[in-house]
């Protein structure tokens, strides 16, 4: 990989992280409403994941979305007016932080319903299929998902019916509260697709360039196949499952252990030790996603909210 | 010796009565004090006693005949005395009508009967399309009878009404129920011995007395509470009313009133040495004055033990004579319909009635401030030719000191 | 003019569409190799193969799931569940996804959807089988649904539906498919959202849809041998409402019966009475009557099972309660 793509990794980084600390704190003044879940500790996981997929290449989330937005490239301004409801955000201020998406970059959301985007990302490539192009589905998901019926059939229909879908399983530990050995009926989660004779890897999720290289070698096999392929990153997020977690499921040792292994950090030592940088270029580029962010907020404070027909519209695309 | 009964007089201006029902036959045995037969005056049906025991040799007029007073109805001795045959009284046969439906009237306030009118039972029910065809075309609701559910009036109603009752209207479906045509046709109802005697003693009162009126209204909450806190002392059956508390008042006011408790006789004022009060009671065609006498002096729970039982006997048709004669003064109450305020016709030979409002709870001003009050609004008629304004509104303001301060008529 | 089954219609209107759209393609249980169990799909496998008539698993979410992922990059599905009582276990899509993913994004998604699904009772079933949900689905904003009565709205309005940009619902009745009417040569499409007058009359007004709309027309017959000529408003549509017909026929007849065959409680005759109430209060000459199922779940013996259902008699009852 050149050194402009990985600096370029290395800013999209650091700005997710800028977004989401910055993000908490407007909401803890009340200026963003609903749920919010941050993917501070993960961005190692759609950095390299986006970074390793074709502009073809679709992707689907959950909710835990700001991150990926940015990866593919939605600017941090849209997530921001997004984040504080305004008519400047990507969805118009109606979808709110679960519901980040970008048809133009190829970004399908920001769903709510745990693993309710499983079966549409199945639908997605059934669509390319249709279309007879060789488009990958990129779907992330978290380890919760995986216990639901959502995901058994979605896999199953993938496999069934020869869908180009990479499912992602960002294995952060914890479903909401709940560890993963008290939820699911297996703790490795990758174990979960062989039930569907579907390959299948686990990496490092908190080493970008292990993410990126696992997610290149699988978007490369399902795309040559044409066959489903299941890639489990395990991963872990240092703050709540969403705003307002009181966290009493995890000790704070356990998640010191984990920020000791921060991704950026991680990320840094490689650039050095690679030579692909020094500390003061890493240290402008932290300069700058800092200024993004600071003007990003600006913009979406400016921004006006949404008039109140905004209300009736987009409700059919054919009023009647 | 075989006695004569005779017609008896029930009452101090009753010149006939008619004698409804023999309850002893021929030939039946019959003791002193027995009830012989049932006598209708003007006022009541009444139950007649035979002043002598023995045989009933004969009776001497047939049921249903008119008979004035002193006139002999009937013959009781032994069984072998010789007897005159004597000529059965004859005279027009009322009506039949039920007991219940007699009675007298002795005070008669403007319009205490309770004929209602077709829809009176509740609020009006029209359709919402009745209500706007009927706004629209000028027609008045409430002279329409609803043929729909419950009386409901809809819209073929009006047009019934509007095509002048004759044809259907267009809109109505043939094949089921048809609307009910309202009759126009008059009705001729004769008019019952209550309502005569009604109509005479009214008239005669409201064109033989000159009538003035004086109105008080009085703070009664003072009144209501104490009869809250004596009520809940009592049973049931025991409960006093408001009424009973102004029948005691204004025997105690008239007191200090006597003109308002005589009778005017020409030349001179007889004041009455008793104060009963004559008490309104509504009864089935009319309505029946049951007297208290002495009211005066009676605790608030007799007058209202006595009230009860002889307003009961009355709307049965089974209150006696002497219940509803001798009032010296009368009390008429329309508090129970919601009536503000009226004003009633004297009763002859008295000088003077109350006619009473209902309490209702209004805004008032006490020391410059609006605040809410219980108020009860009262008139007295009174007879010119016996007092004066000024008398009659200080008996007013008398009234008021028992009324407003109800702790006075324990004294 | 050709006299065809509701079936026929459907699938007539399914196959001209599919014709004239590669991107419209068919999925659902049993649709392909067996044909429908309707059998409005039969045939339709060995002429557009297996492709674009699409055998499902028997797992509903995945089926729903993958049409709306499948509708929102350009495809145009047209969804079978084979019963309606099977939507509930892909409630999350019917309701909650397909419905708001236009408006969730800011008008960014598309969801050019038709979830066709058969509703209804009457052939002993049982009641997990026997549902008329309809007023459920018709709760939702950013969905359509359809319901028609007639062999030639259901051709007309199904082709809307797949030309139709938005998620639709389509509701057909297991026991309306051989009733049979007279259908244009030709094309032609019906809109969405407007109700119908299918029959004229002056004495009072039946507003009903689908089996309701067959029942109603029997009971029409009798009443006008009595000399009652009632006239019937067929919604079609569920959602959009169209009301305007139903508000012009009852300032006409004043009086207004409902015919649905789901249960009365919350159901589309709530919906369309309290309409008529707000919006013609001044033409209301008696109570609006609501003929529905009785509030039972459907029992499998026959005649408690027609017992429950609305029939003809109990539309004449209430047309003559309300004229009463």
């Known amino acids: 990989m050149n050194k402009e793509k990985l600096l370029d990794m290395y800013y999209q980084m650091v700005l997710i992280r800028r977004v989401e600390e910055r993000g908490a704190e407007l909401y803890q003044a009340g200026k963003i409403g609903g749920f919010m879940h941050l993917y501070i500790g993960q961005e190692a996981v759609s950095t390299g994941l986006v970074a390793a997929r074709e502009p073809r290449d679709r992707v689907i989330t959950a909710y835990r979305d700001h991150g990926v937005a940015l990866n593919c490239g939605i600017s941090a301004n849209e997530v921001m007016a997004e984040l504080l409801g305004k008519v400047t955000g990507m969805s118009k201020g109606k979808g709110g932080s679960m519901h980040m998406a970008s048809v133009e970059k190829n970004m399908w959301g920001g769903h709510a319903i745990v693993g309710g985007h499983l079966p549409i990302a199945s639908g997605l490539a059934l669509g390319d299929q249709y279309a007879g192009n060789d488009n990958v589905t990129i779907c992330m998901f978290g380890d919760g998902a995986t216990n639901i019926g959502y995901f058994h059939e979605a896999l199953n229909l993938a496999k069934a019916w020869k869908l180009r879908v990479l499912w992602v399983c960002e294995n952060n530990q914890y479903g909401m509260g709940t560890a993963v050995e008290r939820a699911s009926a297996v703790s490795e989660i990758r174990q979960k697709a062989e039930g569907f004779g579907m390959s299948n890897e686990r990496v490092d999720g908190m080493d970008v360039l292990a993410v990126y290289e696992a997610a290149s070698k699988a978007i490369d096999t399902v795309r040559r196949t044409g066959e489903p392929s299941l890639l489990e990153v395990v991963t872990y997020r240092f703050r709540g499952h969403s705003m307002g977690d009181p966290e009493r499921y995890r000790t704070q040792e356990e998640v010191k252990k984990w920020q000791d292994n921060d991704p950026i950090g991680i990320f840094r030592r490689q650039l050095t030790a690679k030579k692909a940088a020094t500390l003061k270029a890493l240290d402008e580029i932290d300069a700058r996603a800092e200024q993004e962010v600071q003007k990003a907020v600006e913009f979406a404070e400016a921004s006006p909210e949404p008039g109140m027909e905004e209300l009736f519209k987009d409700i059919y695309v054919e009023e009647v | 010796m075989a006695d004569t009964i005779a017609m008896p007089k029930l009452g101090f201006d009753m010149a006939e009565g008619t004698l409804v029902r023999w309850v002893k036959k021929e030939g039946e045995s019959v003791n002193k004090g027995e009830v012989l037969a049932e006598i209708e005056t003007d006022k009541a049906t009444v139950e007649v006693e035979s002043t002598a025991s023995g045989l009933v040799r004969k009776l001497l007029v047939d049921e249903g005949a008119v008979v004035p007073v002193n006139t002999p109805i009937a013959i009781v001795g032994s069984a072998d005395e010789k007897i005159e045959a004597a000529a059965p009284a004859a005279g027009p046969k009322p009506k039949a009508e039920t007991p219940a439906a007699k009675a007298a009237v002795k005070t008669g306030p403007a319009s205490p009967t309770t004929t209602a009118p077709a829809s009176a039972a509740g609020p009006l029910k029209a359709s919402p399309l009745a209500k706007r065809v009927a706004r629209e075309a000028k027609v008045d609701l409430a002279k329409i009878q609803g043929s729909g559910p419950g009386g409901r009036i809809v819209r073929r109603d009006i047009e019934a009404a509007l095509t002048a009752g004759g044809d259907q209207p267009p809109a109505a479906a043939v094949g089921f129920t048809p609307v009910i045509a309202v009759s126009q046709a008059d009705e001729s109802i004769p008019l019952t011995r209550l309502r005569q005697a009604i109509a005479r003693r009214m008239t005669e009162s409201k064109t033989t007395i000159p009538h003035f009126y004086i109105t008080h209204e009085y703070k009664v909450d003072s009144l209501l509470d104490l009869r809250r806190q004596l009520n809940n002392m009592l049973g049931e059956q025991e409960k006093v009313s408001v009424n009973d508390f102004i029948v005691k008042a204004a025997a105690l006011a008239l007191r200090q009133f006597p003109n308002l408790n005589a009778v005017f006789q020409g030349d001179k004022l007889l004041r009455r040495g008793n104060v009963n009060i004559g008490v309104a009671v509504a009864v089935e065609g009319g309505l029946l004055t049951i007297v208290c006498q002495d009211a005066d002096r009676k605790p608030l729970r007799q007058i209202a033990a006595e009230v009860r039982s002889m307003a009961a006997r009355a709307r049965e048709g089974r209150v006696k004579p002497e219940e509803i004669e001798g009032s010296t003064f009368s009390i008429s109450n329309l508090g129970m319909y919601d009536v503000e305020n009226f004003v009633a016709i004297v009763n002859p030979p008295e000088a003077a009635i109350l006619a009473v409002g209902a309490a209702r709870e209004v805004p008032v001003v006490e020391n410059g401030i609006v605040k809410t009050g219980w108020r009860m609004k009262a008139t007295v008629s009174v007879d010119h030719r016996v007092s004066d304004g000024a008398e009659a509104a200080k008996y007013m303001q008398a009234l008021a000191v028992y009324l407003e301060e109800p702790v006075r008529l324990i004294l | ?324």
């Open chain 3, 1 to 324: 003019m050709a006299r065809i089954t509701m079936r026929e219609a459907i699938s007539q209107a399914l196959w001209e569409e599919m014709e004239r759209d590669p991107s419209v393609f068919i999925l659902g249980e049993e649709v392909g190799v067996w044909g429908g169990t309707y059998a409005v799909t039969k045939g339709f496998y060995d002429h557009f193969g297996a492709e674009r008539v699409r055998d499902t698993p028997i797992a509903e979410n995945a089926i729903l799931g993958a049409a709306i992922g499948a509708a929102m990059v350009g495809q145009r599905p047209v969804a079978e569940l084979m019963t309606i009582n099977f939507a509930f276990s892909a409630m999350d899509y019917v309701v909650n996804q397909a419905p708001k993913l236009h408006y969730m994004f800011g008008g960014q998604f598309k969801v050019p959807l038709v979830i066709r699904a058969v509703g209804g009772g009457g052939r002993q079933l049982g009641a997990t089988h026997s549902q008329t949900p309809d007023a459920v689905f018709a709760h939702f904003p950013g969905l359509k649904v359809v319901s028609p009565g007639t062999p030639e709205d259901a051709k007309g309005l199904l082709k809307a539906a797949i030309r139709s940009d938005d998620p639709v619902l389509f509701l057909e009745h297991a026991t309306m498919y051989q009733v049979r009417g007279d259908v244009p040569d030709g094309e032609y499409l019906l809109p969405i959202g407007k109700a119908k007058v299918q029959r004229e009359g002056r004495d009072v007004t039946i507003v009903t849809y689908a089996k309701g709309l067959e029942l109603s027309l029997k009971a029409a017959e009798d009443l006008s041998k009595e000399g009652i000529e009632v006239e019937i408003v067929d919604l079609r549509t569920l959602r959009p409402l169209d009301m305007d017909p139903v508000i012009e026929s009852f300032e006409k007849t004043n009086r207004a019966v409902i015919v649905e065959e789901g249960w009365k409680s919350y159901g589309v005759g709530s919906e369309v009475a309290a309409r008529i109430y707000e919006q013609a209060f001044d033409s209301v000459d008696a109570p609006i009557v609501r003929v529905a199922q009785k509030e039972v779940p459907l029992p499998y013996n026959r005649t408690l099972e027609q017992a429950a259902l609305p029939q003809v008699p109990d539309i004449l009852a209430a047309v003559k309660e309300v004229l009463k």
